[in-house]
């Protein structure tokens, strides 16, 4: 980089006007350390229907029921519904649905449809996705639909496909895994770091489980890591068996400790 700079130079004023153009265009350092392995050869998931309460500083305060299938054209399918409950739902009232799609075969993210029903406002965020990136449609009501913005970034997975692509991995102790989600509105770079293995006990029963860090990095207009405004980092334990299913899921947000936790799950009779 060094002799380049100086050739520049050498060449004139012209060339000169052309090295801020190829600095900016070299890609972010960060983006070495992302994990490239293709998906592991970990058993497939099982359909499964689960729920799970969520609360915040120990106290329950909603729920929602997921439902997880294979459904035709080799696509897997996650379909969600939930909303705040009790006095939480008294002071911010929420309902929500999502229904997202990946590939069974590379796991990779093909579109989702998420709808927020608020008190006055309700909001519906529709993803597209492809090899190069994501196109995004956002519509408020009452408010407007938005023109079509795409964030292009290849190798880009949300959180469905995130889950699933990194559930086939071995998950051996202190291992470390590096991809960029985007969840909604937004690219993060998550770093998803194995802490080990150990007994944990939720609504639904006491599992072996799997320990994660989980640490995200908001992605700016050049692609620069910003610090996440409202999220901090997250412990997650997911179940040490064939199943991997996530038991519990605390994060360290802006207002305090927020939780999920499994309440109930039942595994659907797979299709021959």
Known sequence: MVKDRHKFFI???????????????????????????????????????????????????????MHF????GSRYQLEATGGTSGLARALWKLDATYRGFASADTLRPIGSTQVEAYRRKKITTELSFT???????????????EKPKTFNFPGLFDLHGAMLYLRSQPLTDHSVYRIVVYP????????VTVLGRERISVHAGSFNAIKFDVQLKRLGKDL???????????????????????????????VGTVFAELYALHF?????
Do not use: C
């Open 268 to 272: 659907d009779q797979e299709k021959s």
């Open 69 to 72: 299938s294979k459904v035709s």
């Open 131 to 145: 090899d190069a990136g994501v196109t995004r449609i956002r519509t408020e009501v009452p408010g407007s639909k």
């Open 184 to 191: 909604a509105t937004s690219a993060y770079l998550a770093t």
């Open 11 to 65: 060449a004139g004023a012209a060339l000169l006007l052309q090295l801020p153009a190829t600095t900016m265009s070299a890609a972010p350092s960060w983006e070495a350390t992302l994990t490239r392995d293709p998906p592991g050869n970990f058993p497939a998931p099982r359909p499964v229907r689960t729920t799970y309460h969520f609360g915040w500083s120990g106290i329950t305060a909603g729920k929602g029921d």
């Open 224 to 254: 620069e890591l910003e610090p996440h405004r409202k999220f901090r980092r997250a412990t997650v334990w997911v179940s040490d068996d064939e199943n991997r299913i996530p038991l519990r899921i605390e994060a360290q947000i802006f």
